[in-house]
C-alpha cells in the first residue's frame, strides 16, 4: 500500500535509513491520540512512537520489541521508548530505554526488563560493562517486607521500602551476608 509519513515520524524514519534501513516502508497510516497523546506509524520492521514528553524514537522488530508488548505496549509499566534501540554493546548485546524501565537483550541472560529504580542503580555501577553485567533473571517480589531482587551476572539488585534500591555484587560481602540469611537475616536489606 502507499502511506503517508510525515513530521517528526517522517525525520526519525529518514535517520534510521529511510526505506533502506531497518524499518523499511510503512506498512499503515500514522495513527494519533494514544495514551497520553502519543502518534505511532507502523513499518515493516518495526514502528515509530512519538509523545511531547517522550520525543520520537523507533522500536525495532525483535526480542525488546516483543518483551515491551508483553507488557501492553505504552500502556503498560514501561510507557513509550525514550531512546531508540542500541546494539553491538559489550557480548553482543542490546538494549533500549522507555519511561520506566530498560529492557536488556543479551546472549548471556536473554531479555530482561529492568524497572526505573533498578536500571538507575545499573546504569550508576556502568550497565552492562560495569559491575553487574547483564540480567540474568526477571525482577522477583514477594521478599521479606514487600522487597524485591534482579539477578545480574555478577551480582544482585534489592529493593525495599525504607531501605532504597542497591545492589550487591559477587564477592566477600555478598557471601558474608548470604552466611546471614541475605534478607531474612539480622542484617536485612542493603541500605
Known sequence: GQFAIRGVIYAAWAAAGAESGVLGHPTGEQVCGLTAGGCLQPFKGGTVYSTSTSGTHAVVAGPVADAWASQRWESGPLGYPTTDLVCGLVDGGCRQDFQGGTVLSSPAGGTRTLVSA??????????????LGYATGDRVCGLKDDGCLQAFQRGTVYTASGAGTHAVTVGPIADAWGAQRWERGSLGYPT
Open 118 to 131: 533498578v536500571a538507575t542503580v545499573w546504569r550508576t555501577l556502568g550497565a552492562e560493562s560495569g559491575a
